[in-house]
C-alpha cells in the first residue's frame, strides 16, 4: 500500500478521516496473520502515528486546534509528516512505540511555509504565530498514550525542554484512531473532504 498517497495525501488535503480495508483472506492462515502483524508493526502504525502527531502539532500551533492544517497549493507534494531527521517512531518490547528525538523550530516553519490553518465551523483561528520568535508549547497525542510533548523556544533552539511520553499497543491503533478521527470531527462539526 502506497502510504504516502493515500494516508499522507488525504491528511495534507484536510480530510478528516478515512477508512482502511482488505480482504478476509488477510486473516484466514497463521502465516498472513503474521505478515499483517509484521506489516502494521514496522510500516502502518508507525507511519499513523507519524501522520497524526504531525497534524495535530500543526493544528495546535497554527490553528490554536480549531481547524486543521490543509496545503496551501494543492498541486504541491507537501505532507504533514514528522521530519525523519528529527523524529522517528520505533517499535520497542511488548509491541509499545517511542519515539525518538523531537521537533524543532525548522520543522514548524516548513509547516508555516507549505501549509495554512482552515478553520472548523463557527471557529475563529486566524491568531497568526512567528514560530521564529514566540515560545511554542506542543502537548499532542495520537492516542491516550501516544503524545509529543515539547518547548521550543526559537532563542535556545539548541536544547528545548522536552519530555517524550509515546508507548502504546499496536493491536488496535488503526481502528481506534480513525474512531478519534470521526469523534472529534462530529464534535466540531466539520465536514469529511475527499
Same mark, same amino acid.
Given at each position: ?21 482488505g ?33 495535530k ?5 497554527? #490553528?490554536?486546534? $480549531?481547524? !486543521? @492544517?490543509? %496545503?496551501?497549493?494543492? &498541486? ?5 509528516h514528522? *521530519? ?15 519515539i ?6 525548522e ?18 483561528c ?14 499532542? #497525542?495520537?492516542? $491516550?498514550? !501516544? @503524545?509529543? %510533548?515539547?518547548?521550543? &523556544? ?6 528545548? *525542554? ?33
Amino acid at each position: 500500500m502506497d502510504l504516502v498517497n493515500t494516508i499522507g495525501e488525504t491528511t495534507s488535503l484536510g480530510a478528516s478521516g478515512m477508512i482502511l480495508w482488505g480482504s478476509f483472506n488477510l486473516s484466514q492462515t497463521v502465516d498472513t496473520c503474521r505478515k499483517l502483524q509484521g506489516y502494521m508493526n514496522t510500516t502502518l502504525n508507525p507511519y499513523i502515528i507519524n501522520v497524526t502527531l504531525a497534524a495535530k502539532m500543526c493544528s495546535q500551533v497554527f #490553528c490554536q486546534e $480549531k481547524g !486543521v @492544517c490543509t %496545503r496551501k497549493d494543492v &498541486n504541491t507534494e507537501s505532507y504533514l509528516h514528522l *521530519n525523519p531527521i528529527h523524529l522517528t517512531v520505533e517499535l520497542v518490547e511488548n509491541g509499545q512505540f517511542t519515539i525518538k528525538g523531537e521537533p524543532t523550530v525548522e520543522d514548524l516553519k516548513l509547516f508555516a511555509d507549505h501549509f495554512i490553518c482552515s478553520c472548523f465551523a463557527n471557529m475563529a483561528c486566524e491568531k497568526k504565530v512567528n514560530v521564529e520568535t514566540d515560545t511554542i508549547y506542543i502537548n499532542v #497525542c495520537a492516542s $491516550k498514550n !501516544v @503524545c509529543l %510533548r515539547t518547548v521550543l &523556544n526559537p532563542r535556545n533552539a539548541t536544547s528545548p *525542554n522536552s519530555t517524550r511520553e509515546i508507548l502504546h499497543s499496536s493491536t488496535s491503533l488503526v481502528l481506534f484512531l480513525l474512531f478519534l478521527i470521526v469523534l472529534e470531527n462530529e464534535r466540531f462539526g466539520m465536514q469529511t473532504r475527499l
